[in-house]
C-alpha cells in the first residue's frame, strides 16, 4: 500500500494486492484491488481470473459473470444471483482432514492433519457443490457450497479421462446434510455396497 501511493498507476502492483487480499479471504479489498488492476491493465487473463473468484465469494454474481465470459466461458446468472457455467466435467478439492477417533488405524495418524480430494460438481469454473463425503472429518463435507483457486495442484485420470484438483479457499454455503455414523462388517465381498439396491429413492451409498 505504501508502494501504491507512490506509483498509484502501477497495475501489476495492484493484482499482486488483489492477490494478498484474496489469499486472506478478504474478498472485498481483493475486488476492489483487482478491478483497479483492470482499469490500468485492461482483460489480462490473472485479473479476470481474480476478478471472478473474488465477486463469486461476495455474492456479486453480474461481475463474476461478466470477468468469466471475458475468459471465454459461456456464463450466465442464475435466479439465485450468482454465476453459472452449464456442462462442467466433476473435479476435485484438496480439503484438510484430521482423524475422528473412530474407525481403523490409517498411514496418517489420527489427531495429524492430512488432506483429503473430494468430488465437487462445478457451478462455474470456481465453485460448486461437494459431492462425496470424507473419509476423516474434514473442513468441508457432502453437500457444501465451496470455492476454490482455479489452478490446478495436479491432474489425475479417471475413467479415461482428466480430472483436474484444486487447491480450496473457503466455504461459501455449508450443506444441510447430516452424517450417521455406523459399522458394517461384510461375511463376503461386496455385501456392503449390495445395500445400495434396497435403498429408499435420492439416497446414496458410498463405501
Same mark, same amino acid.
Given at each position: 500500500?505504501?508502494?501504491?501511493? @507512490?506509483?498509484?498507476?502501477?497495475?501489476?502492483?495492484?493484482?499482486?494486492?488483489?492477490?494478498?487480499?484474496?489469499?486472506?479471504? @478478504?474478498?472485498?479489498?481483493?475486488?476492489?484491488?483487482?478491478?483497479?488492476?483492470?482499469?490500468?491493465?485492461?482483460?489480462?487473463?490473472?485479473?479476470?481470473? #481474480?476478478? /471472478?473468484? +473474488?465477486? &463469486?465469494?461476495? $455474492?456479486?454474481?453480474? &461481475?463474476?459473470?461478466?470477468?468469466?465470459? /471475458?475468459?471465454?466461458?459461456?456464463?450466465? %446468472?442464475? !435466479? /439465485? $444471483?450468482?454465476?453459472?457455467?452449464?456442462?462442467?466435467?466433476? =473435479?476435485? =478439492?484438496?480439503? @484438510?482432514?484430521?482423524?475422528?477417533?473412530?474407525? !481403523?488405524? &490409517?498411514? =496418517?495418524?489420527?489427531?495429524?492433519?492430512?488432506?483429503?480430494?473430494?468430488?465437487? &460438481?462445478?457451478?462455474? !469454473? +470456481?465453485?460448486? =457443490?461437494?459431492?462425496?463425503?470424507?473419509?476423516?472429518?474434514?473442513?468441508?463435507?457432502? $453437500?457444501?457450497?465451496?470455492?476454490?483457486?482455479?489452478?490446478? %495442484?495436479?491432474? /489425475?485420470?479417471?475413467?479415461?479421462? !482428466?480430472?483436474?484438483?484444486?487447491?480450496?479457499?473457503?466455504?461459501?454455503?455449508?450443506? #444441510?446434510?447430516?452424517?450417521?455414523?455406523?459399522?458394517? %462388517?461384510?461375511?463376503?465381498?461386496?455385501?456392503?455396497?449390495?445395500?445400495?439396491?434396497?435403498?429408499?429413492? #435420492?439416497?446414496?451409498?458410498?463405501?
Amino acid at each position: 500500500e505504501i508502494a501504491l501511493r @507512490a506509483q498509484p498507476d502501477n497495475g501489476g502492483w495492484w493484482f499482486n494486492l488483489g492477490l494478498l487480499h484474496k489469499a486472506r479471504l @478478504a474478498f472485498r479489498e481483493g475486488l476492489d484491488a483487482n478491478l483497479r488492476a483492470r482499469a490500468l491493465l485492461g482483460n489480462q487473463k490473472g485479473v479476470l481470473w #481474480n476478478l /471472478s473468484i +473474488c465477486a &463469486t465469494a461476495l $455474492g456479486e454474481g453480474q &461481475t463474476a459473470v461478466d470477468s468469466l465470459r /471475458s475468459l471465454g466461458h459461456d456464463a450466465k %446468472l442464475a !435466479p /439465485s $444471483g450468482m454465476p453459472y457455467v452449464d456442462g462442467l466435467p466433476p =473435479v476435485q =478439492v484438496r480439503a @484438510a482432514s484430521i482423524g475422528s477417533g473412530l474407525g !481403523p488405524d &490409517t498411514a =496418517v495418524p489420527e489427531r495429524a492433519v492430512g488432506f483429503e480430494l473430494l468430488w465437487v &460438481t462445478p457451478i462455474s !469454473p +470456481c465453485h460448486g =457443490v461437494v459431492s462425496s463425503p470424507s473419509f476423516r472429518d474434514a473442513s468441508i463435507d457432502y $453437500g457444501d457450497v465451496v470455492l476454490w483457486e482455479p489452478v490446478p %495442484l495436479g491432474i /489425475s485420470e479417471h475413467d479415461g479421462r !482428466p480430472v483436474p484438483r484444486f487447491a480450496l479457499l473457503a466455504v461459501l454455503k455449508k450443506g #444441510n446434510e447430516h452424517r450417521f455414523r455406523y459399522v458394517a %462388517l461384510e461375511q463376503e465381498p461386496q455385501q456392503v455396497a449390495a445395500l445400495a439396491r434396497d435403498l429408499p429413492e #435420492n439416497c446414496q451409498l458410498f463405501v
